[in-house]
């Protein structure tokens, strides 16, 4: 019983880190990290349908993708996840607190506190129901490749797709963001040791 709290302990520890640095560092400095909002910013944006009803039928085929490819007890822990992360984001966006600092600085802080967050999550056996899930899986399949590895090629490739609607700005922040959590994440599971 004090492995499971301790377990879901450090998952909402990972969700305040993740939701802390998007509300703090990210959204007031418009950098995006091609994960499930990108995707849905720029489905809505191609195919004219509203963003919050494509965030919640992305993250509900997440979801499901996450209980058939990962199992049920991922699936939970997930679902947990999922809402500390949903719980924390609502609070930081309440409270209206943001750092200004520079965007270099801001990529940089947001990074590592993402890159922390979704290692402690993972390490769990947890996602925050977006692209992590789906690297998990892909790096089970094939396990020549990192789980960081797919997760830094999956939302890289969004990025590069949404180049025409984010703006290359945009592009090369997120790009740089996704580089520093990706490499948090490989550092913290011990150069690439798999979760």
Known sequence: MEQKVRSLLIIVLGNLLVTSAYTLFAIPNNIVDGGVTSTALLLSYYFDTNLTYTVCILTFIILVFSYIAMGKRFFLKTLFSSLCYVLFFAFFSWAGVVIVTSTLNSILIAGVLIGLG????????????????????????????????????????ILLLGSTFFGIKIVIMGIMLVFIETQIIYWCSNKGQEF
């Not at 993972?122 to 020549?144: I, P, Q, R, W």
């Open 118 to 157: 979704h290692y402690l999550c993972l390490k769990e056996k947890s996602a925050t129901l977006g692209y992590d899930t789906v690297a998990l899986f892909l790096h089970k399949l094939n396990k020549k490749f990192s789980t960081t590895c797919f997760l830094w090629v999956i939302c890289s490739a």
